[in-house]
């Protein structure tokens, strides 16, 4: 398996995402992906929609609980970040590091960012096997993801399932790269990269990650 690098600073024309990467997998994909993860001791929840889904990753994080989450367009539309970060329920801790200098404390930055208790996240993919795979250009995500969070909360639209890895690397490229490198342009005129990518194939220690499968399309 391979998967190309798209440049950063490449000024040429920006490719439309790959529609097909849009297409929700049918319900009874989506239950066979659960009983794979479940067989990876991964901890599953089925949300029919975007309102249970959100019902069921707050219930999943008590009160008070130091939470950390990756950029995640998912979380951003499910209203999960919005609540989690300005409800005043939990202690978010995006917004502490954010407002930190990072010329000075860039040390307590890290370690904020590395170890919460609760991390929540999305994927780029997920394969009908139960693997996750995520990109990232700094690789700040994905440290809580594979070890550094106490717990970890994956919430994956019914759009993200694929049959292999390198179908994964495909939505990679062609999909999610391409949102988010719009998006960077737009906001900061610069261009992302495929830096670093982790797969994610089975939990060690039951229960530390829970996945909720969402049955309709949510994110990118």
Do not use: C
């Not at 089925?46 to 367009?73: F, N, Y």
């Amino acid at each position: 398996m391979s998967i190309t690098i798209a440049p950063e600073s490449d000024t040429g024309n920006i490719p439309s995402p790959n529609p097909e990467f849009a297409t929700p997998a049918s319900p009874e994909a989506l239950e066979r992906v659960a009983e794979a993860l479940r067989g990876k001791r991964f901890d599953v929840h089925m949300a029919p929609d975007r309102q249970a889904a959100k019902r069921l990753i707050l219930e999943l994080v008590p009160e008070g609980a130091e939470v950390g989450q990756g950029t995640s367009k998912t979380l951003e539309e499910l209203g999960v970040t919005e609540e989690i970060e300005t409800s005043g329920r939990y202690d978010a801790v995006r917004p502490k590091w954010r407002a930190m200098d990072r010329k000075t404390q860039a040390r307590e930055i890290r370690k904020l960012q590395t170890a919460p208790d609760f991390w929540l996240n999305s994927a780029n993919a997920l394969v009908e096997d139960g693997t996750f795979v995520f990109a990232s250009n700094t690789g700040s995500q994905l440290g809580p993801i594979a070890a550094g969070a106490g717990r970890v909360i994956l919430s994956i639209g019914a759009q993200k399932i694929v049959p292999d890895l390198d179908t994964a690397f495909r939505r990679i490229r062609e999909y999610s790269y391409v949102f988010e490198d719009a998006r960077l342009m737009a906001g900061y005129g610069v261009h992302t990269g495929i830096s670093k990518i982790l797969i994610l194939q089975r939990e060690v220690r039951p229960g530390r990650v829970s996945v909720v499968l969402i049955g309709e399309p949510v994110g990118e």
